[in-house]
């Protein structure tokens, strides 16, 4: 199965679920300079978690530009926040995800 129809057959539990979680979070890890303090004392660091997160191999850690990171930043929350259907807004998380289009 590949990333794309695995999104797509998760679109209606990923948007009731907050499609947007995983890769915000990802990009508030790379922009946020306390970030790293909520992996203190926990048994992995920053790049541990980087990998683990990075279950669909997010453009964004191929090229850690700062402003691109915060404008994706922005357009996740206008999709998150929009009234869109499921599918449209896995569709432009995916494109974001996979660096398709610059922001």
Known sequence: MTAVTAMTRLAPALA???CCHFPRYMRE???NPYFPRRLSGLSFKEPEFQAAMDIFGDAILK???PRRTKDELDELARIEDGDGK???KCTAVWTIITGETES
């Open 63 to 65: 090229e850690m530009d």
């Open 86 to 88: 499921s599918k449209e």
């Open 29 to 31: 890890s790379l922009t």
């Open 16 to 18: 009731d679920a907050k």
